[in-house]
């Protein structure tokens, strides 16, 4: 009974260290809204139209629907209402319906991708709205906020806090299982062998095969001291391997979230591998009132008193985001000038995961410094 108490007293303290404001989520997700239009994150899937059904083997789930390959229509649709539900969830129209409905049809969408066989490592990016469409993220500065005649400014204590803090926990604590199996996966495969460095074991293959030689792999391919490579193995074992405990502290998980951008840096310097749509992701648990960022979605939330105008820029923006898409590019890569082009792409992702540390820094000293300061 004492055992089951102090569990109980532990999850309680643990979801009260997630406690957020409608606000800060709210800014949370209008940041993440437009990284999805602004970057192409939306799955673009027409190139399987004109493939034979006898390549379709799909992984169990949402396209086992399917007979086969989906028609250059039915792409085109399934591109257009992933869309939509983006730039309805930027705005805030029907909050919760929006954000599910955009990870589903990712998820469809990425079910006939992954049905050549490759999958990649997105199930991270595509699983957050799906989880945060149970916060209060469109509480504010949204079009259901003014279709309510709420205020723009809501008290901190909402009704829905606790399911808030619950949703943030779950997410936490699933990123953390995410890297908790790949952790102690590497750890059985002798990660930690002093006899042999894993990470330079990779970093060769990848440089021979995959001719990764941008950013700093050149430089670090002159390093040829065994301690390097050696704690390069440790370092991503351990955080692998510690990142689910993290999840039960809000704080712990800012600084996990340190290591992880490191590591993610590491890996693109490396292996020229871009993680940098990660980064996002662990944003979601920064407090953002008071921010810069809370001033400028402030001053765009004003669109949404306004229903012509909201309706307005919604169907301009669905235009041009689906006609990038169709491109095979993304409006920021048309803005910088990087379309089809791979070393720009790596250098601005490398500038993103730079920004991010920083922010994720920024974020950990302005949690803990008080706490500090107050001892």
Not at 71 to 83: F, I
Not at 236 to 260: D, N, S
Not at 343 to 350: F, H
């Amino acid at each position: 009974m004492r055992i089951r108490e102090a569990y109980i007293r532990f999850l309680a303290s643990s979801l009260a260290t997630y406690s957020t404001t409608a606000e800060s989520l709210a800014v949370f997700r209008v940041l993440f809204s437009l990284h999805v239009l602004l970057f192409g994150i939306i799955p673009d899937i027409s190139f399987v139209a004109d493939l034979p059904d006898s390549f379709f083997t799909p992984p169990f789930g949402f396209a086992y629907l399917l007979p086969g390959f989906p028609s250059p229509l039915l792409c085109m649709l399934l591109h257009v209402a992933t869309v939509m539900a983006a730039v309805a969830m930027l705005v805030g129209y029907r909050t919760r319906l929006s954000s599910l409905a955009f990870s589903l049809l990712c998820l469809f969408s990425y079910a006939i991708a992954y049905s050549l066989g490759k999958i990649n490592h997105n199930t991270m990016y595509l699983l957050l709205p799906l989880v945060f469409a149970f916060t209060d993220w469109g509480a504010c500065y949204s079009v259901d906020a003014a279709r309510r005649g709420a205020s723009h400014h809501p008290s901190s204590e909402t009704l829905n806090s606790v399911r808030s803090a619950a949703a943030l926990f779950c997410y936490a604590f699933a990123i953390g299982w995410m890297f908790f199996t790949a952790g102690i996966q590497k750890a059985v495969a002798g990660w930690c062998d002093f006899s042999s460095q894993a990470t330079l074991g990779w970093f060769i293959q990848y440089q021979a095969g995959e001719q990764a030689h941008q950013l700093l792999s050149p430089w670090l391919s002159t390093i040829r001291s065994s301690v390097f490579w050696e704690l390069a193995d440790w370092f991503t074992v351990g955080f692998e391997i510690l990142f689910c405990c993290a999840a039960f502290r809000r704080q712990w998980m800012l600084l996990a979230f340190c290591c992880a951008i490191l590591f993610h840096n590491m890996v693109l310097h490396t292996l020229n591998i871009d993680s940098s749509g990660f980064m996002i992701c662990y944003l979601a648990f920064a407090r953002w009132d008071g921010t810069m960022a809370q001033r400028w979605v402030e001053r765009l939330a004003q669109i949404v008193n306004h229903r012509w105008l909201t309706l307005s820029f919604s169907v301009v923006l669905v235009g041009i985001v689906t006609t990038v898409g169709i491109m095979g590019t993304s409006i920021i890569d048309l803005v910088t000038f990087t379309a089809g082009s791979s070393k720009p792409s790596l250098l601005r992702s490398a500038i993103i995961e730079a920004v991010a540390l920083l922010l994720a820094l920024r974020f950990l000293i302005r949690t803990y410094v008080p706490a500090i300061l107050r001892r």
